[in-house]
């Protein structure tokens, strides 16, 4: 690989962590941002659509957390595999083709994003369109991780 290509990598496979890394700490303050995001989107009870959805979500993490503060530590846990997965890519950042399997792990995982925001959250009455947000995450996530493959199969055929 050259040396171009190889930073070229590595840019890529740093802001991918990065995403990893405020995806992950913005799991923590979870009451918070939603109300700031209610409050930014004037988002009212019982209004339809999505204002409405961001509201009965503030609603119900407020209720949660008023009375059952414990069930925020399944999102605490969710922000630590956010970090510990960004640490996995240390790895390919330092070796990219050393480390692809890392790379390929990541591609198949934002792969399987999409049906999981689809199935689970079709189970769960998250709405279609918070639903299409989620299975976003996946599609941005794996294109720097295709080109990040491309180079590296590149790089091995060379």
């Known amino acids: ?58 609603d119900g993490l407020n209720a949660t957390e008023s009375a059952y503060p414990f069930l925020f530590y399944g999102t605490d846990w969710l922000a630590f595999a956010h970090l510990v997965i960004a640490i996995l890519f240390i790895g ?19 792969i399987l994003v999409i049906p999981l925001a689809l199935i689970c959250g079709a189970a769960r009455g998250i709405p279609f369109e918070w639903r299409l947000i989620d299975c976003s995450f996946g599609v941005v996530g794996i294109i720097p991780l295709i080109v990040c493959l491309r180079a590296v199969w590149r790089a091995e055929q060379a």
């Open 1 to 58: 690989m050259t040396q171009t290509g190889l930073r070229s990598v590595r840019i890529l496979l740093v802001g991918f962590v990065i995403g990893l890394v405020i995806s992950g700490a913005t799991a923590f303050p979870l009451p918070q941002e939603v109300a700031w995001l209610a409050q930014a989107t004037s988002a009212q009870t019982g209004a339809g659509g999505l204002s409405g959805w961001i509201a009965q979500v503030r």
């Open 92 to 110: 390919p950042i330092r070796d990219p083709v050393k480390n692809v399997w890392v790379i390929q792990w990541g591609a198949i995982a934002c």
